[in-house]
């Protein structure tokens, strides 16, 4: 089967920096990415990791371990905005472009 | 910036009846998919479709669902007859690039049945 675990909620107090964690157990692996969700909204493009190591983009960050099935994304900076639901998604094999979401993790920052 | 589009926002229909839920993908796309989201759970993947057919389909992409691009711009998923547990949001989303760049996401259709 195809398991994508996230923890459900997280909070963060503005200008702080928090790690959201991603485990996976999939049949095979080509490509993670992590999505931003607001409520009532579309799943909005935040990174893709192929390969081992950590990908910069601006506040976001994100990490993977093929060897571990791991991934996290770091924020840094936390603002107000960034309350929302963050979709961790695998693509689970070379020969699909299906997306298998996580159930999402929901970050609340707090003045 | 280009965007996917959906139509309609929100469609609520009796139980038993027919909808059609709308997509305009980005122009240049290639690829293009169907998720949904039932009210607090995941976004489960349902169909992709490629080259005017279906590459690859979920369980839940059963004989009563269906999906057409009817010309150039249009993709549309139909339910041929609604069920309770077919409400949830359903999102249309399409790439360039198969698997190697990201899918673009509309903005959803939140279909209600009564």
């Known amino acids: 089967g195809q398991n994508i675990d996230q923890p459900t909620e997280m909070t963060a107090t503005e200008g702080a920096i928090v790690q959201i964690n991603c485990t996976y157990q999939t049949s095979g692996f080509n490509g993670l990415f992590w999505y931003q969700q607001h409520a009532g909204e579309a799943p909005t493009f935040l990174s893709y990791n192929v390969l081992d190591g950590l990908e910069e983009k601006g506040r976001f960050s994100s990490f993977l371990s093929r060897s571990k099935g791991y991934s996290y994304l770091l924020l840094k900076e936390l603002q107000m905005k960034d309350s929302a639901s963050y979709l961790c998604?695998?693509?689970?094999?070379?020969?699909?472009?299906?997306?298998?979401f996580g159930t999402g993790t929901r970050l609340q920052v707090f003045p | 910036e280009p965007e996917v589009t959906q139509t309609p926002s929100h469609q609520v229909t009796q139980m038993g009846q027919e909808v059609i839920l709308r997509c305009v993908p980005i122009s240049n796309h290639l690829y293009f998919y169907w998720y949904r989201q039932i009210l607090g759970q995941k976004v489960e993947f349902l169909v992709s479709?490629?080259?005017?057919?279906?590459?690859?389909k979920s369980e839940i992409f059963d004989d009563q669902f269906s999906v057409e691009r009817p010309d150039g711009s249009n993709f549309t998923l139909k339910i041929r007859s609604t069920k309770l547990e077919d409400s949830a949001m359903y999102f249309c989303?399409?790439?360039?690039?198969?698997?190697?760049?990201?899918?673009?996401f509309g903005p959803g259709t939140r279909l209600t049945v009564l």
């Open positions: 479709f490629y080259n005017n057919e279906i590459s690859e």
């Open positions: 998604a695998v693509v689970p094999s070379y020969n699909t472009d299906k997306l298998i």
């Open positions: 989303a399409s790439s360039d690039v198969s698997s190697y760049n990201e899918q673009f």
